[in-house]
């Protein structure tokens, strides 16, 4: 079938809306009529080659939308079903096999690959091979394949256009607090950060009754949107050291803190907020290579750890709704985060959210 796409052909550049062609769902995959999709960094670090996937090819991983039709081999959902489509795995590595699909050991082919297991694409344009598969599905698009395993049924009632960032983003920020950290009641942390994925882990500490949530940004209007979704205080990082105003607000440092911008400087910096036994959790998209310098010291004689997190930790069949029905009793306004672009504004969407204009763009898909 042909469908509309915007395909990435070279690194840096902006993204081309193309009519390109679409498979029909093999055994075990599922087409998908998109109804909006969000626009996350790993897209835009994708598009500039932070990791060489193969161009030309269709991003966009946080797709939500209707289930059009099966493969035979499908059971999962039906013709007719509202989704989410999030990250793939492999389904029988160790990681996958024991429940921890997020540290799929094939999660970079999986995802990243640009094509089928058995490097086949389901994209093309006449005899030309457009890369897809992204995250198991590349939709920015109309339509999408994914497979049953990265697909998530979800309750009708829902507004479907604001779902697809709980794919990715908002379950990685908001999955990082529940899912991976633990943070509990009275507990502190420090967010480095607060895009979506820093401002859906403020409204995570938030719920589970963090008492001191501690947003740090370079932009004023980010770290206002931070205080009115839950966090306590708000440090602007061009004005003064977060670490040092970390240590006034806490006297010892924060029990969690969070680096969301993937720059090695930051990442030291959250690392120097903790207090004894403190945990850091680094997440985001880092060019391969990239190194942290960290004082074995401080992080040695008071147990403190450092360690990576990769979406949340998140089963998504399990923690999407979940998220669903906090927002749907007004406990996880994430709402407040999205503005909406049609998918002919594109490269629009990603400039804003390079520039920090806009802190989630979410893509209104239309046939």
């Not at 039906?78 to 489509?85: L, M, Q, T, Y």
Request: aromatic share 6%; hydrophobic share 40%; glycine share 10%.
């Amino acid at each position: 079938m042909l469908i509309t796409a915007a395909v990435a052909r070279t690194p840096k550049t902006p993204l081309t809306i193309e009519e390109i062609e679409l498979e029909a769902p093999r055994l075990h995959e599922i087409l998908v009529r998109l109804v909006a999709t969000g626009v996350c960094h790993t897209d835009i670090a994708m598009r500039d080659q932070f990791y060489p996937v193969p161009q030309p090819i269709v991003l966009g991983h946080e797709g939500s939308g209707i289930v059009v039709s099966v493969g035979t081999g499908v059971t999962k959902v039906k013709p007719g079903d509202h989704v989410v489509i999030t990250y793939n795995s492999c389904g029988h590595c160790e990681s996958c096999l024991e429940n921890q699909p997020t540290y799929c050991h094939d999660f970079f082919g999986c995802n990243f690959g640009g094509s089928r297991a058995d490097g086949s694409s389901p994209l093309k344009k006449g005899n030309e091979k457009i890369n897809g598969n992204f995250f198991g599905q590349s939709s920015f698009a109309t339509y999408s394949i994914c497979t049953e395993r990265n697909i998530v049924k979800v309750r009708n009632d829902a507004p479907l256009e604001l779902l697809g960032p709980l794919a990715c983003g908002i379950q990685t920020g908001a999955g990082s607090i529940i899912n991976a950290l633990k943070v509990g009641p009275g507990r502190s942390l420090a967010v480095f950060g607060v895009g979506s994925v820093g401002l859906s882990a403020v409204m995570a500490a938030r719920l589970v009754g963090a008492a001191t949530i501690i947003a740090i940004d370079v932009h004023e209007d980010r770290l206002k949107v931070a205080l009115e979704l839950g966090a306590t205080h708000a440090i602007n990082a061009r004005n003064e050291s977060p670490v040092d105003r970390v240590m006034k607000i806490t006297g010892s440092g924060v029990h969690y803190s969070l680096e969301t911008s993937s720059l090695p400087v930051v990442i030291r910096q959250a690392v120097e907020s903790l207090t004894w036994r403190g945990i850091c959790g680094i997440l985001g998209a880092s060019p391969i290579g990239t190194e942290v310098s960290l004082d074995v010291v401080h992080l040695m004689t008071a147990g403190r750890k450092f360690r990576g997190i990769v979406e949340g930790e998140s089963i998504p069949e399990i923690f999407i709704p979940q998220l669903i029905d906090l927002y749907m009793q007004g406990r996880f306004p994430f709402d407040k985060l999205i503005k909406f672009y049609p998918l002919a504004e594109i490269n629009r969407a990603i400039e804003d959210s390079e520039n920090g204009r806009t802190i989630k763009p979410v893509l209104r898909i239309k046939e």
